[in-house]
């Protein structure tokens, strides 16, 4: 192999190594945060409040609507399969709470905040960075674990399971609602078919892995954030990169619970 | 230090590094765009911040205690503003809001304008309590500040 691209291949792996390094130190930082009860500190929970009413509650509309979108196409087509041709009404249940609960549902939503909040914790950390205002932060003596990287990792865990569950239970509910009528199959039976499918795995995973999945995105943005140095150029710059690598961790959390 | 003071520093070097040492909970703030207001946060949010995440209190208590101070520098009128729309009298007047509340008896300024330095006298004297002032700048600059009549050091050649 020649030595430029040894070179190369090193120098990747050492920013790697960098990279993830950092990750492990903003969550290990969280954890620490979490400890002290940071949350309980009354500077602290107004931006734990603010980070989750701009991740979840602002995010309701756009969750809402994919809900109804995405859930009515995926319950249309499995009930026209299951129903009008195969007849297999018994096997309603399983796949759409297979199909919405284990990976439409988490992987929507998980996309919806990284596009929606993750790239404005990445933009506004690093502007924040670059304004010196974390500078301010270190000078008044307020840990950035605390008052910076905490409220954004908790905001994130909370709403991705949150908005998960509203995007399962109105996407099940609702795409019945609207494309229900056209199959027989009554209402009644629909939810008990999908209260039978419901097993405590399920509701483990439609938990876990919005949980997993959020805690690796929002690391990987501040992480992102964080490593912007002192020019605006570089924020558009990071923030492609750290959509691109929160992407790929998806990807992985995805691939770790199929293999589960 | 318990006057006003003119500190001249050798070189940049050692001027940065001490300016970066300098802490509230050491006594000294710095009132400096160096250390700028928090721009998702409204002016009474970062005056505040200090005394709300070291004391754990809440804005309205945090407020309270600061009320004579905030009314002395008549700053109720941009309190609820970003510091985006903030004049520079009052992004000054809510630095030294913001010593105040940090429980800081002296006020740093590094290499102020001498406009600057002319409004924050003001502010002070508006303040009466006169938490002490140091301005901090590099041996060049040091002849600027004669007018203010401060006693004047020079680091490291002598110590305070």
Same mark, same amino acid.
């Given at each position: 192999? @020649?030595?430029?691209?040894?070179?190369?291949?090193?120098?990747?792996?050492?920013?790697?190594?960098?990279?993830?390094?950092?990750?492990?130190?903003?969550?290990?930082?969280?954890?620490?945060?979490?400890?002290?009860?940071?949350?309980?500190?009354?500077?602290?929970?107004?931006?734990?409040?603010?980070?989750?009413?701009?991740?979840?509650?602002? =995010?309701? @509309?756009?969750? !809402?609507?994919?809900?109804?979108?995405?859930?009515?196409?995926?319950?249309?087509?499995?009930?026209?399969?299951? #129903?009008? !041709?195969?007849?297999?009404?018994?096997?309603?249940?399983?796949?759409?709470?297979? =199909?919405?609960?284990?990976?439409?549902? @988490?992987?929507?939503?998980?996309?919806?905040?990284?596009?929606?909040?993750?790239?404005?914790?990445?933009?506004?950390?690093?502007?924040?960075?670059?304004?010196?205002?974390?500078? #301010?932060?270190?000078?008044?003596?307020?840990?950035?674990?605390?008052?910076?990287?905490? @409220?954004?990792?908790?905001?994130?865990?909370?709403?991705?399971?949150?908005? #998960?569950?509203?995007?399962?239970?109105?996407?099940?509910?609702?795409?019945?609602?609207?494309?229900?009528?056209?199959?027989?199959?009554?209402?009644?039976?629909?939810?008990?078919?999908?209260?039978?499918?419901?097993?405590?795995?399920?509701?483990?995973?439609?938990?876990?892995?919005?949980?997993?999945?959020?805690?690796?995105?929002?690391?990987?943005?501040?992480?992102?954030?964080?490593?912007?140095?002192?020019?605006? #150029?570089?924020?558009?710059?990071?923030?492609?990169?750290?959509?691109?690598?929160?992407?790929?961790?998806?990807?992985?959390?995805?691939?770790?619970?199929?293999?589960? | 230090?318990?006057?006003?003071?003119?500190?001249?520093?050798?070189?940049?070097?050692?001027?940065?590094?001490?300016?970066?040492?300098?802490?509230?909970?050491?006594?000294?703030?710095?009132?400096?765009?160096?250390?700028?207001?928090?721009?998702?946060?409204?002016?009474? *949010?970062?005056?505040?911040? $200090?005394?709300?995440?070291?004391?754990?209190?809440?804005? &309205?208590?945090?407020?309270?205690?600061?009320? $004579?101070?905030?009314?002395?520098?008549?700053?109720?009128?941009?309190?609820?503003?970003?510091?985006?729309?903030?004049?520079?009298? *009052?992004?000054?007047?809510?630095?030294?809001?913001?010593?105040?509340?940090?429980?800081?008896?002296?006020?740093?300024? $590094?290499?102020?304008?001498?406009?600057?330095?002319?409004?924050?006298?003001?502010?002070?004297?508006?303040?009466?309590?006169?938490?002490?002032?140091?301005?901090?700048?590099?041996?060049?600059?040091?002849?600027?500040? *004669?007018? &203010?009549?401060?006693? &004047?050091?020079?680091?490291?050649?002598?110590?305070?």
């Amino acid at each position: 192999m @020649p030595l430029g691209a040894v070179k190369r291949l090193g120098r990747f792996a050492v920013e790697r190594a960098r990279a993830y390094g950092k990750i492990v130190q903003i969550a290990w930082g969280c954890a620490r945060a979490l400890a002290s009860l940071s949350f309980a500190n009354r500077a602290v929970f107004p931006v734990i409040l603010r980070q989750f009413y701009f991740t979840a509650v602002q =995010a309701l @509309p756009l969750v !809402l609507f994919s809900a109804l979108v995405v859930g009515s196409i995926s319950v249309h087509y499995i009930l026209q399969i299951l #129903t009008d !041709l195969v007849g297999a009404y018994e096997l309603v249940g399983t796949l759409l709470i297979h =199909a919405v609960l284990h990976e439409i549902a @988490p992987i929507l939503c998980t996309m919806i905040l990284l596009v929606r909040s993750g790239t404005a914790v990445i933009s506004e950390v690093s502007l924040m960075k670059i304004n010196r205002e974390l500078d #301010t932060l270190e000078h008044l003596g307020i840990d950035l674990d605390h008052y910076v990287h905490f @409220p954004r990792v908790a905001a994130f865990i909370l709403a991705g399971p949150s908005l #998960t569950l509203i995007f399962s239970v109105v996407s099940l509910v609702g795409s019945f609602l609207i494309f229900g009528f056209r199959y027989n199959i009554t209402f009644g039976l629909y939810l008990d078919e999908l209260y039978a499918a419901l097993t405590l795995k399920s509701l483990l995973i439609v938990v876990a892995k919005p949980v997993l999945m959020s805690a690796v995105m929002i690391l990987t943005a501040l992480q992102k954030a964080m490593d912007v140095e002192a020019a605006f #150029t570089e924020v558009p710059v990071r923030l492609i990169q750290g959509l691109i690598r929160a992407l790929g961790i998806i990807i992985v959390v995805e691939l770790f619970f199929a293999l589960l | 230090m318990d006057r006003d003071l003119v500190i001249r520093f050798r070189d940049e070097a050692a001027y940065l590094n001490f300016l970066g040492g300098l802490r509230p909970s050491m006594g000294v703030g710095v009132a400096d765009d160096r250390v700028p207001l928090l721009s998702n946060l409204t002016a009474l *949010e970062n005056i505040l911040l $200090p005394l709300m995440y070291h004391r754990n209190v809440s804005l &309205t208590e945090a407020e309270t205690r600061l009320g $004579p101070a905030i009314e002395k520098l008549e700053a109720a009128s941009f309190l609820d503003s970003r510091k985006e729309d903030l004049a520079r009298e *009052e992004v000054l007047a809510s630095y030294l809001l913001r010593c105040v509340a940090a429980d800081c008896a002296t006020v740093c300024m $590094p290499s102020p304008a001498l406009r600057d330095l002319r409004r924050m006298r003001v502010l002070r004297r508006k303040l009466g309590t006169k938490p002490k002032l140091w301005i901090i700048c590099t041996k060049e600059e040091g002849n600027r500040y *004669e007018e &203010t009549g401060f006693e &004047t050091i020079s680091f490291p050649e002598q110590n305070p």
